[in-house]
């Protein structure tokens, strides 16, 4: 399994987070909408939206200090874990198993420690 574990250490950074529309209408649906040229007419430029499946993890969680977040406030789609004051975790709602396709990340991941690594001997 491919589980995401968010880590947010201020309440605005959690609600910052909201605001990433995108990447959480993939967490909930798997979908995302793309919006392409499909080509002009005169002087206007035609867009088409095409809906595409998006990669996502099988499991999402947010991990935040104790109480920092309750949870009432984590989407359906995710989990929460508190971090205690001397690093006890403990899981306080179970992240939904959002699909059970498995996911083969070594090219995704190879590929960016190989343009890290480019771009730290640039």
Known sequence: LCIEFEVKVTRSDFKADAKKTEKHKILQTGYVDRRRVDGLDGRKIKYKTI???????????YVVPEGLIKK?????????????PRGAVKRIKMAPLLHDKVIDLQDKLMSKFYWAYVNCKL
Do not use: H, S, T
Not at 51 to 61: D, H, L, S, T
């Open 72 to 84: 009432n406030e984590i989407p359906d789609y995710a989990g929460l874990i508190y971090i205690g």
């Open 51 to 61: 809906v595409e499946e998006a990669m996502r993890p099988n499991r999402f969680y």
